[in-house]
């Protein structure tokens, strides 16, 4: 079975750097783009950006260009988060979303089950 | 970036109750629009996928609805373990956006 598993809690101080990752397994990695969300404590979802596992290509809000990088790997079915000069405001938790695609609709259908970041001094 | 509005942001209901939640886009999505569940702590789950269509596993007493910049979510007959926060998502065009939630409690 599709099963996203992403990396445990962080707590970071304010402009320093933190990578989750999310673990794919039950299909193959390079099969589906692979977005991210992220929720601020009591506020509602907010898209970040997304990553082509395939060909390692990524669009990402533009709000946190210059900040976010996605990357992959591939042999290892993880892709990777990484968000820079961390405030306080970027406290949240963050999601891995596995976009399905067919020949006529796509969705997000699985979800990991989040990592909560809390950037602090 | 295309605007989602959700109505109402909070709605208490009597179990067995009709609910409707409705989620207006700024402009026209044609039918490209989600509706996901989000119970307390935990991750989003996919409802509803192209407006209309119903994820597999989902109870039949969800249902979506519209088209172009209108659109509805209905459940038929509340139920308790449907407390949870709804949110719709477009997914016509960069960058996706949600709207801003629908808290729903049982009375």
């Known amino acids: 079975q599709v099963q996203l598993v992403q990396s445990g809690a962080e707590v970071k101080k304010p402009g320093a750097s933190v990578k989750v990752s999310c673990k794919a397994s039950?299909?193959?990695?390079?099969?589906?783009?692979m977005h991210w969300m992220r929720q601020a404590p009591g506020q509602g979802l907010e898209w970040m950006g997304l990553?082509?596992?395939?060909?390692?290509?990524?669009r990402y809000a533009q709000n946190l260009q210059g900040r976010v990088t996605m990357t992959r790997d591939t042999s290892s079915s993880i892709v990777y988060m990484e968000l820079s000069s961390l405030r306080s405001e970027d406290t949240a938790v963050y999601y891995c979303?596995?976009?399905?695609?067919?020949?006529?609709?796509?969705?997000?259908?699985?979800w990991g089950q989040g990592t909560l970041v809390t950037v602090s001094s | 970036a295309i605007q989602m509005t959700q109505s109402p942001s909070s709605l208490s209901a009597s179990a067995g109750d009709r609910v409707t939640i409705t989620c207006r886009a700024s402009q026209g999505v044609r039918n490209a629009l989600g509706w996901y569940q989000q119970r307390p702590g935990k991750a989003p789950n996919l409802l509803i996928y192209?407006?209309?269509n119903l994820q597999s596993g989902v109870p039949s007493r969800f249902s979506g609805s519209g088209s172009g910049t209108d659109f509805t979510l209905t459940i038929s007959s509340l139920q308790p373990e449907d407390v949870a926060t709804y949110y719709c998502?477009?997914?016509?065009?960069?960058?996706?956006?949600f709207g801003q939630g629908t808290k729903v409690e049982i009375k």
């Open positions: 979303a596995r976009r399905y695609c067919s020949s006529t609709n796509c969705y997000f259908d699985y």
């Open positions: 192209d407006a209309s």
């Open positions: 998502l477009q997914d016509y065009n960069y960058p996706w956006t």
């Open positions: 990553i082509d596992p395939s060909g390692g290509n990524t």
């Open positions: 039950g299909y193959t990695l390079t099969s589906y783009y």
